[in-house]
């Protein structure tokens, strides 16, 4: 059974930084994509950022040239490094991925349970 944890979410001020993880643990042959997706209050979930290997990767034209999406694949992890964080990116952060199992032939999509982000003065 595959797990998805993500970690890292905390209250900042705007301006600030937070660095999320979401480590992916399970009887995994391989990893094709990796994503965050957040939802705030009354909102719909989005799409935050998202990678495949070797790929490049896509993000919201809201969060573009301030976060950062980044993998290390030895450890089954994706990161999203997010800087000038504004009171609008306020929402609890979901992790995604599209895994392929050991002894399995087809690929699945799992959602990690959510971090909270907070961004207020």
């Known amino acids: 059974q595959v797990q998805l944890v993500e970690s890292g979410g905390d209250l900042v001020q705007p301006g600030g930084s937070l660095r999320l993880s979401c480590a992916a643990s399970g009887n995994i042959r391989s990893i094709y994509q990796m994503g965050w997706y957040r939802q705030a209050p009354g909102k719909q979930r989005e799409l935050v950022a998202a990678t495949t290997t070797g790929g490049n990767p896509n993000y919201a034209d809201s969060v573009k040239g301030r976060f950062t999406i980044s993998r290390d694949n030895t450890k089954n992890t994706v990161y999203l490094q997010m800087n000038s964080l504004k009171p609008e990116d306020t929402a609890v952060y979901f992790c995604?991925?599209?895994?392929?199992?050991?002894?399995?032939?087809?690929?699945?999509?799992?959602w990690g349970q959510g971090t909270q982000v907070t961004v207020s003065s």
């Open positions: 995604n991925a599209d895994i392929l199992l050991n002894d399995h032939s087809l690929i699945y999509n799992y």
